[in-house]
């Protein structure tokens, strides 16, 4: 059996989902083995080792310290314990090392101060993408100014948007916050702006970022080969992990680099979204929408982007009117918007292209 431990209002989050569905798959191929998933430590099976799956630094920290007081061994990602009476097992992604690379690319572009949004302070990755940042701002002889989201993203986009020092190199702690940016600030243009993740929809944004691409499923595998290591051995020598991010232009990353095998959602209690704020929520709409398109759909909202109409779209793709229609009112119900207006002046929102 392999268990493993789940934040709870990690449950319906994509990437944590991606990480669940190859361990699920890597699983299935041991045919006599099957998973357990846990939302507390008290429904928790004796065991050799644990595999805890999270985000906030201080659920981490409590439910490794509880399962090392009951002698199991903890395989975590993302975190690295800095307690020595604490010892897990880690796979962590190179958040500083990513960061520190991206801050330097705008650097080149302009030697300028730094602008750090959305730093999560409950956030293990926040944590080191932040140490990144700042050393490379240091380096450089610039500041950094940290935007910490402490709840509400919207609150400290007014407080970035206000400041009256007006920053042209901006990194968002994720990719989802870069679309926020663009849909909120003036004079995108201007700015030279990085991110981390290579969200789906960054391919579609008018301009161009810089961000930090990482498979999250290809990390599940190496979650689930860690825990297998651990199990196996006899000692209880602390294994980590180090799994490295590739830093693309959001342009470069394509339908090819996301995996499709094996993608699925689990079952879980009282799923929420990570910051809890709508704007986000409408962000991840969005992402899904632009993974649901296809060649078709891509057309016509390009044509309708230039104004064509119906008719019109329906001669140049060699289509009946009716068609166009049909597939225009499945893109309005996978988005949520009422009439092509209202999907048009999303897509324009986001400045999404196509």
Request: glycine residues 4%; hydrophobic residues 35%; charged residues 30%.
């Amino acid at each position: 059996m392999v268990n493993i431990i789940l934040e709870k209002n990690q449950s319906d989050n994509v990437r944590v989902n991606k990480m669940l569905s190859a361990i699920k798959t890597y699983v299935a191929r041991k045919k006599k083995e099957h998973i357990e998933i846990a939302y507390d430590t008290s429904a928790l099976p004796q065991a050799k080792a644990v595999i805890v799956l999270g985000s906030s630094m201080k659920w981490i920290c409590n439910v490794s310290e509880y399962l090392v007081s009951k002698r199991i061994q903890a395989v975590v990602f993302g975190y690295e314990s800095a307690d020595p009476l604490v010892p897990v097992h880690t796979l962590t992604s190179d958040y500083t090392a990513a960061m520190y690379k991206i801050a330097k690319i705008l650097l080149s572009k302009d030697k300028s101060d730094i602008a750090f949004f959305g730093y999560n302070p409950d956030s293990c990755s926040d944590d080191g993408k932040f140490k990144g940042v700042s050393l490379a701002a240091a380096e450089a002889g610039v500041n950094c100014k940290v935007y910490y989201n402490n709840g509400s993203i919207k609150k400290t986009m007014d407080e970035f948007l206000s400041d009256e020092k007006k920053y042209r190199n901006v990194i968002c702690s994720n990719d989802d916050l870069v679309l926020y940016l663009y849909s909120e600030a003036e004079n995108c243009e201007n700015l030279n702006v990085g991110g981390y993740g290579a969200i789906s929809a960054g391919r579609n944004c008018k301009y161009e970022y810089v961000t930090a691409w990482q498979d999250f499923y290809t990390l599940g595998e190496s979650l689930i080969e860690l825990y297998y290591n651990v199990i196996k051995s006899n000692n209880d020598y602390i294994k980590n992990v180090i799994a490295t991010t590739r830093i693309v232009n959001s342009k470069d990353f394509s339908e090819t680099d996301i995996p499709v095998s094996g993608l699925g959602k689990i079952d879980a209690a009282e799923p929420v979204d990570y910051y809890r704020d709508e704007k986000i929520m409408e962000i991840d709409n969005i992402k899904k929408f632009v993974m649901s398109l296809d060649d078709a759909d891509k057309d016509i909202l390009k044509e309708m982007l230039e104004g064509k109409t119906y008719f019109k779209i329906s001669e140049a793709n060699y289509k009946a009117e009716n068609t166009i229609k049909y597939r225009v009112n499945k893109m309005n119900n996978e988005l949520g918007t009422k009439n092509k207006e209202e999907l048009l002046s999303l897509i324009k929102k986001y400045k999404l292209q196509f």
